[in-house]
């Protein structure tokens, strides 16, 4: 029997299951290495630990490992029911509520190692914590696509860490009760991107859409994650993608606070810094511990790596 010990927390609702340290020994010199040994050797725990039984479409796990660099607590390799994500802002912000809770860091600057680059979090007195995300930067604008049933869809393709497609128009009306509906319209729109082949730099995988309400008082997102389940708080890297467009088009300033709301009515504050070649966004958030378990993975159960 093999046995698991992780910490769930959730960041403005959206979970995060922390492997911790030595549980899953992925081997590499670098963290995308790491990720690699996760996809070739672990990949059926990786499965089992957010799948059905065990967890649910919606749920990020992070495998903390040792750092790969001198100034990081450790290293991280995030992941959904489908396989690796390469950086996750909810995520970092659940890792660093976990560290607190096991006593592992205190307020103050700490930097994770991440299969994408490094991240540095300011974790605060109050729990609240800035993540300084890798550089983001939008890689083509105004990308038009027609989609059956949906018309003309006009977006940015952009990175945050993770490929994302930015729909400025047509605008949603964003809210829990349209989940179904909003799921199944981010769906068709990735189909189509796929269908007509567009993609981010190196072909990079665009596996998330991100929607938006017409509201120009405070802008609500809906962002479609890898599994085809939608991200409960205002998404990290998502956020982080926008605001390099909406810098580029100068509708944010160096150091302006961007506030983003989630389908669930949750909040990050983003701003950015200019660097060469795009953005470094900041994203703050805060998390609260749910559970501290250990998960049992039987020999003889057929479903050991969930559904
Ligand atoms: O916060 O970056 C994020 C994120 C990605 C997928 C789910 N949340």
Redesign the pocket.
């Known amino acids: 029997m093999k046995r698991i010990r992780v910490i769930d927390s959730h960041t403005g609702g959206?979970p995060t299951r922390v492997v911790l340290e030595g549980e899953i020994p992925l081997q590499g010199a670098t963290m995308a290495e790491r990720r690699d040994d996760l996809v070739a050797r672990f990949d059926g725990v990786r499965a089992g630990l957010v799948r059905e039984p065990r967890g649910a479409d919606v749920w990020?796990g992070a495998i903390l490992t040792p750092p790969v660099s001198a100034e990081a607590v450790c290293g991280v390799v995030f992941f959904t029911t489908v396989g690796p994500?390469g950086?996750?802002?909810?995520?970092t912000i659940g890792i660093v509520e976990t560290l607190r809770h096991l006593g592992r860091v205190s307020p103050g600057v700490i930097t994770l190692d991440t299969p994408v680059g490094q991240v540095r979090a300011l974790l605060h007195e109050d729990g609240r914590v800035e993540v300084s995300n890798v550089k983001s930067y939008r890689y083509r604008k105004d990308v038009e696509v027609d989609v059956e049933g949906i018309g003309k869809v006009v977006g940015d393709v952009s990175w945050g860490?993770?490929w994302f497609f930015i729909v400025k128009e047509p605008r949603f009306e964003i809210s829990l009760s349209r989940a179904k509906d909003l799921t199944d319209i981010s769906t068709q729109i990735q189909a189509e991107l796929n269908r007509a082949g567009i993609t981010g730099k190196d072909q990079g995988v665009i596996d998330?859409v991100e929607l938006f309400s017409p509201d120009s008082d405070v802008s609500t997102n809906f962002v479609l994650?890898p599994g085809g389940s939608y991200?409960r708080?205002p998404?990290?890297?998502?956020t982080s993608a926008k605001l390099a467009g909406l810098y580029a088009d100068c509708k944010l300033a160096a150091g302006e606070p961007y506030i983003q709301k989630s389908v669930t009515g949750s909040e990050f504050i983003g701003s950015v810094q200019p660097c060469e070649g795009g953005v470094l966004p900041t994203i703050a958030g805060r998390a609260y511990i749910t559970a501290e378990s250990t998960y049992l993975f039987s020999e003889d159960d057929p479903l050991r790596n969930g559904l």
Not at 87 to 91: A, D, E, P, S, Y
């Open positions: 959206e990020v994500l950086m996750c802002g909810h995520g860490g993770n998330h994650c991200d708080s998404c990290g890297t998502g």
